[in-house]
């Protein structure tokens, strides 16, 4: 017999403590396995993304079309922002989900290092932000 979706939040919530003190068991009784999984999972998420991202992007530099090798390319926002170390999404690629990712990407572009280097430099320069000799 199938149970409505109200009978199984109904049993979840009268029984959460047992249900928690099982999880917190078979975690311990299966850390091994599952921390290596986990590995595994975060090696492969740190790979996919940043090809999902650059796809994203339109796969090359916005600004010379430069796509001959992928680790040339980065991650500009296009209106330049100073961002605390909380709000740096992207640094956390391999351990957050595409949807957060996304978000992130909204208002970015990407560049090769060379093009990047002069934006930010020239956005540091009309902003104040260096003092250049």
Same mark, same amino acid.
């Given at each position: 017999m199938a149970h409505t979706a109200e009978q &199984? &939040? /109904?049993y979840t919530a009268r029984n959460r403590k047992r249900i928690n003190a099982? /999880?917190? *068991?078979?975690?311990h009784d299966n850390q091994e396995?599952?921390?290596? /999984?986990?590995r595994v999972r975060r090696k492969l998420r740190a790979w996919v993304q940043p090809m999902q991202i650059i796809e994203? +992007?339109?796969g090359c530099c916005a600004n010379c079309g430069y796509k001959e090798h +992928?680790?040339?390319?980065? !991650?500009d926002h296009v209106v330049p922002i100073r961002v605390a170390s909380s709000d740096r999404i992207l640094t956390k690629i391999g351990s957050i %989900?595409?949807? *957060? !990712?996304?978000?992130a990407l909204v208002g970015c572009q990407l560049l #090769? %290092?060379? #093009?990047h280097r002069i934006k930010t430099r020239a956005d540091a320069r009309a902003t104040g932000g260096w003092k250049v000799a």
């Open positions: &199984r &939040r /109904a099982y /999880a917190k *068991k078979y975690y396995h599952l921390s290596a /999984a986990e994203t +992007l339109g +992928l680790d040339g390319l980065e !991650i %989900g595409w949807n *957060k !990712i996304e978000e #090769c %290092g060379t #093009c």
